[in-house]
């Protein structure tokens, strides 16, 4: 039989306040894990071309002195 992880035990603690925290960040956990907005924008390739290009004449400068 799989033993309960310190989690699992907290959320069924005696003690009220123990596991009013517990179920609250369980409450909490459920509503991130179900909401469907994603509002992590992702890196474009316009927003690194500006890095891309300054590195780029670096590496041409670096090369081209040791040539």
């Known amino acids: 039989m799989k033993e309960k992880s310190k989690y699992e035990q907290n959320l069924q603690s005696d003690d009220p306040f123990i596991r009013g925290m517990y179920e609250d960040l ?9 909401s469907e907005n994603d509002k992590t924008e992702h890196t474009q390739w316009k927003d690194a071309t500006g890095v891309i290009t300054i590195m780029s004449l670096i590496t041409i400068l670096l090369v081209a002195t040791v040539i």
Do not use: A, L, S, T
């Open 26 to 34: 369980e409450q909490r956990i459920q509503v991130y894990e179900n």
